[in-house]
């Protein structure tokens, strides 16, 4: 069984450019996440997704991020317009139902900001 | 609201000794716990976790865990170390309301020969 895929895995940009992350979660896992990794840090919840609806994005900074997940599948976060502070690993998560509590994370973006 | 606490943020053990990685929790009914273990450049990846039943949990790569309410404690230890196991570990609490993960800020294990 494939695991979580992400791409990018390493993305450099200067500050003010966007930047796009996708995330192709195992098959048939209908929850799919979004954290936020700073380095020295455990991940942080960005946003939550139910199928194709964004049902927890309490921590997402909406001024300059958003998200999607059409068709209930791929997912893509972006950032526009990136700044220094938003440095840090992008972490992509998706488990069969909330009841079961386990995550599976895929390999995160590493993102840096210049 | 709740906080998961690893009180140690880095321990350096010599091969072939025991493990012992801290981890402390608040919150008021009995949480889902979880261990993970991130290497360099990698995901995370579950080692064990604990919902109900025998307060002693295995996991894989030879670690367990042992809930203790009492003390609001999921410790995760492993006898033998091996180089590795040299990685980040992560202790993770999810609420039974709302099932929402949160992360402790993660012990750095480095294994020396």
């Known amino acids: 069984e494939a695991g979580v895929v992400q791409s990018p895995r390493y993305k450099i940009i200067e500050k003010k450019q966007p930047v796009a992350f996708w995330c192709n979660p195992i098959?048939?896992?209908?929850?799919l996440y979004w954290y936020l990794q700073n380095l020295g840090q455990g991940p942080e919840l960005l946003i939550r997704?139910?199928?194709?609806?964004?049902?927890?994005d309490s921590q997402l900074p909406k001024d300059r991020f958003s998200a999607e997940r059409l068709k209930g599948v791929d997912s893509t976060l972006k950032i526009q317009p990136a700044e220094l502070g938003d440095s840090a690993v992008y972490l992509c998560?998706?488990?069969?139902?909330?009841?079961?509590?386990?995550?599976?994370f895929g390999p995160g973006t590493r993102l840096t900001v210049t | 609201a709740q906080s998961v606490t690893q009180p140690d943020i880095h321990i350096t053990v010599s091969e072939g000794a025991s493990l012992e990685l801290r981890c402390n929790y608040s919150y008021g009914a009995t949480p889902y716990l979880f261990w993970y273990v991130q290497s360099p450049g990698q995901g995370l990846q579950l080692l064990l976790k604990?919902?109900?039943?025998?307060?002693l949990v295995q996991g894989i790569k030879g670690f367990e865990a042992e809930f203790k309410r009492s003390q609001s404690s999921f410790n995760l230890r492993k006898p033998s170390v091996h180089w590795s196991d040299a990685a980040e570990y992560f202790c993770a609490v999810v609420r039974s309301n709302d099932y929402k993960l949160s992360f402790g800020a993660g012990t750095t294990v480095t294994v020396r020969a």
């Open positions: 604990y919902f109900s039943g025998d307060t």
């Open positions: 998560a998706s488990s069969s139902g909330l009841a079961s509590g386990e995550q599976y």
């Open positions: 098959s048939g896992h209908n929850t």
């Open positions: 997704y139910e199928n194709e609806e964004a049902v927890d």
